[in-house]
Nanobody, 125 residues
Framework: EVQLVESGGGLVQTGGSLRLSCAASGFIFEDYVIGWFRQAPGKERKGVSYIMIKDGSTHYTDSAKGRFTISSDNAKNTVYLQMNSPKPDDAAVYYC??????????????????WGQGAQVTVST
């Protein structure tokens, strides 16, 4: 029953915006760190951002800082990634993932126990 489902992907133009959603079910949402990762064709999966649900603390990689915002709606068990002014290099499949032990480390993909199916984001100029 543990499930993470991404939605909100699609085509966005440089200078536009897009909001991804990650709906969680089957676990105690507030006990987890929820992260966003992305994988472009032919490249490694890399972390983008995470939020610790219990206290609301957040972390961003340098590529995302200042342009992306992670947030949560705990009543809906949903995490969002707001993408503003995306660049062509932001195009990728975006995944949300859950870290049950709250390591809070985007470089440790193995720490994330559950993964969504991914949402495609395409950036055009």
């Amino acid at each position: 029953e543990v499930q993470l489902v991404e939605s909100g992907g699609g085509l966005v133009q440089t200078g536009g915006s897009l909001r991804l959603s990650c709906a969680a079910s089957g676990f105690i949402f507030e006990d987890y760190v929820i992260g966003w990762f992305r994988q472009a064709p032919g490249k490694e999966r890399k972390g983008v951002s995470y939020i610790m649900i219990k206290d609301g603390s957040t972390h961003y990689t340098d590529s995302a800082k200042g342009r992306f915002t992670i947030s949560s709606d705990n009543a809906k068990n949903t995490v969002y990634l707001q993408m503003n002014s995306p660049k062509p290099d932001d195009a990728a499949v975006y995944y949300c993932a859950a870290d049950s032990l709250r390591h809070g480390d985007l470089t440790d993909l193995a720490a994330f126990d559950q993964w969504g199916q991914g949402a495609q984001v395409t950036v055009s100029t």
